[in-house]
């Protein structure tokens, strides 16, 4: 079964910082692109980031470039986002989702999503 | 970059046929999308790729009644045969060349 598992959410305050991951398992983690997205309470889909299949091309929305960094290990079959400076507006719902394709240029879509982990930044 | 555009909210009865609308922004009218659901609660789950030419590859155990078409920047989602658990929200999603992009998403009501 394809499954993707996120973890490593929780409550912090802002300014501060916090590491999600992602297990997947049930397909060959290191031929697809991988992609995390939230979702704020109550609100649509918004894409955060993605990585290719070996990590050479990698892509942040305007909201979080250059305070979260995407990466991922092959080996390990786990996807992470590095959240610094983390604001109330990115309390969210996270969800890692992955990529139909390789690369993060052609796609047919992001055709296998986790069940997310919860972002709560708040003082 | 492309933009999205969805209706935010769309009905119809149970066991009718529902047709619900994504339109790409100016100059992203030949752009591939994809259709997600999200039913109440619950993470995202694929539904399918839309062509602009109006070809679909639906996602594994998506039943016959979905079904997708195109008519220039507009991406239709097809639903026949309405039940209860179709009522979720709908969303587009498409990507350019360092971005993904999803529509403000459709919540259907199912009478």
């Known amino acids: 079964e394809v499954q993707l598992v996120e973890s490593g959410g929780g409550l912090v305050q802002p300014g501060r910082s916090l590491r999600l991951s992602c297990a997947a398992s049930?397909?060959?983690?290191?031929?697809?692109?991988m992609h995390w997205v939230r979702q704020p309470p109550g609100k649509g889909l918004e894409w955060v980031s993605g990585?290719?299949?070996?990590?050479?091309?990698?892509d942040y929305a305007d909201s979080v470039k250059g305070r979260f960094t995407i990466s991922r290990d092959n080996a390990k079959n786990s996807l992470y986002l590095q959240m610094n400076s983390l604001r109330a507006e990115d309390t969210a719902l996270y969800y890692c989702?992955?990529?139909?394709?390789?690369?993060?240029?052609?796609?047919?879509?992001?055709?296998?999503w986790g069940q997310g982990t919860t972002v709560t930044v708040s003082s | 970059q492309p933009v999205l555009t969805q209706s935010s909210s769309a009905s119809a009865s149970l066991g009718s046929s529902v047709k619900l609308t994504c339109t790409l922004s100016?100059?992203?009218?030949?752009?591939?999308i994809a259709w997600h659901q999200q039913q109440p609660g619950k993470a995202p789950r694929y539904l399918m790729k839309?062509?602009?030419?109006?070809?679909?590859n639906k996602g594994s155990g998506v039943p016959d009644r979905f079904s997708g078409s195109s008519s220039g920047a507009d991406r239709y989602l097809t639903i026949s045969n309405l039940q209860s658990e179709d009522e979720a929200d709908y969303y587009c999603?498409?990507?350019?060349?360092?971005?993904?992009?999803f529509g403000g998403g459709t919540k259907l009501t199912v009478l």
């Open positions: 989702a992955k990529d139909s394709t390789g690369n993060t240029v052609t796609s047919d879509g992001m055709d296998v």
């Open positions: 049930g397909f060959t983690f290191d031929d697809y692109a």
């Open positions: 990585i290719s299949w070996n990590s050479g091309s990698i």
């Open positions: 100016n100059g992203h009218s030949t752009y591939i």
């Open positions: 839309l062509e602009g030419g109006g070809n679909y």
């Open positions: 999603e498409t990507w350019d060349s360092n971005t993904r992009v």
